[in-house]
């Protein structure tokens, strides 16, 4: 299955413009140009938009596995403000991954490879006769 593709349905993802680059099992990495509208009142890029980057790539990488996975928990931390016009790629990397449960680190860095936030991410899986 090509799970680029796949993600594309992932409407309000595609609409901040983010774009999966890399999915294979366990692995995924999606970027985003930043542009005025991801900007909060501070001219910082929003925390929704650094959430939403790294909830993509853990979705692509847990579901790249075959099995629809779902994010059950999520927790962000903020570590370096991100800019107009900055390209913000996130990598997330599988942790755990067990029949039913997985977890995933994600990295999200800028252009110049500042670390700009990490997530951690952690999916349920469900069985094979409810796969994707």
Request: glycine content about 8%.
């Amino acid at each position: 299955m090509d799970y680029v593709d796949f993600f594309k349905k992932d409407h309000f993802a595609m609409d901040a413009g983010i774009e999966l680059k890399e999915v294979k099992p366990g692995y995924a990495v999606a970027c985003v140009n930043v542009i005025e509208k991801h900007l909060n009142a501070g001219g910082v890029v929003q925390g929704g938009l650094l959430f939403t980057l790294a909830d993509l790539a853990i979705a692509a990488a847990a579901n790249a596995h075959g099995l629809l996975a779902f994010s059950i928990q999520s927790d962000i931390r903020f570590l370096s403000s991100g800019y107009l016009n900055d390209i913000l790629t996130a990598t997330a990397t599988e942790i755990l991954l067990h029949k039913t449960v997985c977890h995933y680190r994600v990295e999200i860095k800028n252009q110049s490879d500042v670390l700009i936030a990490v997530c951690d991410g952690i999916c349920y899986r469900k069985n094979a006769t409810n796969g994707l």
